[in-house]
């Protein structure tokens, strides 16, 4: 194997005739619980995320030299925002092959500074894996002709939802006392129902659980329905539910004989 000298090593990393090859890909993913406070049921309800590991590299080559970098990367599923990458807890992260460093007396250098290295040994691109990230649910988008309005709804651990549609009943309650019935039970938390139709006819359920306390963040559920069973499905039969059912008409009865 050749052996070169520090000063050599830093000018063969400096010049440009290196070849570059870079690899993404996703290895596993795990169901990570979280506990969310839930004001209808004051009580804590486990929400289940997605969280997705994988791995990139830089191969860099020039002739029998070679130089390579490696990292981790892991998101939330649906949630481009958390990408991270990390070399953490990597046991190579650089490796050297086909030459020896050396100092002045000849003997390796095993700490090389692959921190100084230009960026391009150890720069990756993901778009690739971030744009497979699906954040966003397009319903009845592209329907010449409506006039109906554009929505953007805000999901949690899940794409959010975009859609051509109307509103056609909502229902909430409140973090007030002094209101009476509506009263949510709890102070500074209350919730939100709102049922829409889109232009093509499917129905979007939309629950919000608000909150005013520091450190607590509001919560976002949704469903896309075909009809009003799977509707009562996804919103249950509590007061507040009941509440929006009158207001879209939907029979939320049990007949019987």
């Known amino acids: 194997m050749k052996t070169i000298t520090m000063d050599e090593f830093k000018a063969l990393v400096r010049r440009d005739d290196w070849h570059h090859e870079q690899t993404a890909e996703i ?8 506990e969310e406070w839930n004001n209808d049921t004051e009580d804590l309800d486990c929400k289940q995320k997605t969280q997705v590991y994988g791995s990139g590299s830089v ?3 020039l002739g029998d030299v070679v130089i390579s970098y490696h990292e981790g990367f892991n998101y939330y599923q649906f949630d481009r925002s958390s990408f991270s990458t990390s070399p953490e807890g990597l046991d190579d992260v650089w490796t050297l092959e ?9 003997d390796p250098v095993t700490d090389l500074e692959w921190d100084d290295l230009p960026a391009r040994f150890s720069e990756i691109d993901y778009s690739s894996i971030k744009n497979g990230i699906n954040e966003i649910i397009d319903i009845d988008t592209d ?18 939802i975009r859609f ?19 009263y949510s039970g709890e102070t ?3 919730t939100e129902l709102k049922l829409f139709k889109t232009a093509g006819g499917k129905y979007v359920c939309y629950q919000v659980g608000r909150t005013i306390w520091e450190g607590e963040k509001d919560r976002h559920s949704a469903a896309i329905c075909e009809n009003h069973q799977e509707i009562i499905e996804f919103f249950g039969h509590r007061w507040l539910a009941k509440e929006l059912y009158d207001d ?8 019987v004989e």
Request: proline share 1%; aromatic share 2%.
């Open 248 to 255: 879209a008409g939907i029979d939320d009865t049990l007949e």
């Open 143 to 160: 329907i010449e002709g409506s006039d109906m309005e554009k929505y953007l709804l805000e999901v949690d651990n899940a794409p959010d």
């Open 164 to 182: 051509t549609g109307e509103l056609i009943a909502s229902a909430a309650s409140t973090e007030n006392k002094a209101v009476g019935h509506s």
């Open 188 to 190: 500074g938390r209350w």
């Open 59 to 61: 191969e860099s080559r």
């Open 27 to 34: 290895i596993d993913s795990i169901d990570i619980e979280n």
């Open 98 to 106: 086909g030459v020896r460093v050396v100092d002045e007396d000849g």
